[in-house]
């Protein structure tokens, strides 16, 4: 299984933070329109399944798959999202995208007042603890050689 990138958007579509792991293929394009692209295709997705699902979806939780990839979105009760692309194998991704959350973002960035909300995240050490979590997941561990 492999982690390809992750994406951070604050409430009103601003990009955050981006994160690269085992990226196959660029975009062709600057990060920041690819950035405008991914944060409008997951406001059409959310928008879409939300109005046609018939069960409620209140967990914070979607994901969606082509034949090549899966995105995963994860929103917090902030409206922060964490837009997570993996391939089609990929396991535990809720989990990860929670303990990336609470254990890297809530520590590093909204517990860390040199880090202003709302702004694109510049810390080190949020980053060099992001790459840590990712690497010792097992979605990560198990991709193959």
Request: hydrophobic share 35%; with cysteine; proline share 5%.
């Amino acid at each position: 299984m492999t982690i390809y990138n992750l994406y951070i958007f604050d409430r009103d579509g601003q990009m955050l933070y981006y994160g690269e792991w085992t990226r196959k293929k660029q975009s062709g394009m600057s990060r920041e329109e690819e950035a405008k692209l991914m944060y409008g295709m997951i406001f059409s997705i959310k928008s879409f399944v939300t109005k046609m699902s018939p069960v409620d979806l209140r967990e914070g939780y979607l994901t969606y798959c082509t034949n090549k990839y899966r995105l995963h979105l994860f929103e917090t009760p902030s409206r922060i999202k964490f837009v997570l692309n993996t391939d089609v194998g990929a396991q535990g991704i809720k989990e990860l995208l929670h303990q990336i959350y609470t254990q890297v973002y809530v520590e590093y960035v909204s517990f860390n007042p040199m880090c202003p909300l709302n702004k694109p995240i510049e810390s080190e050490l949020f980053a060099a603890k992001l790459d840590e979590v990712v690497r010792q997941s097992p979605a990560y561990a198990s991709r193959p050689a």
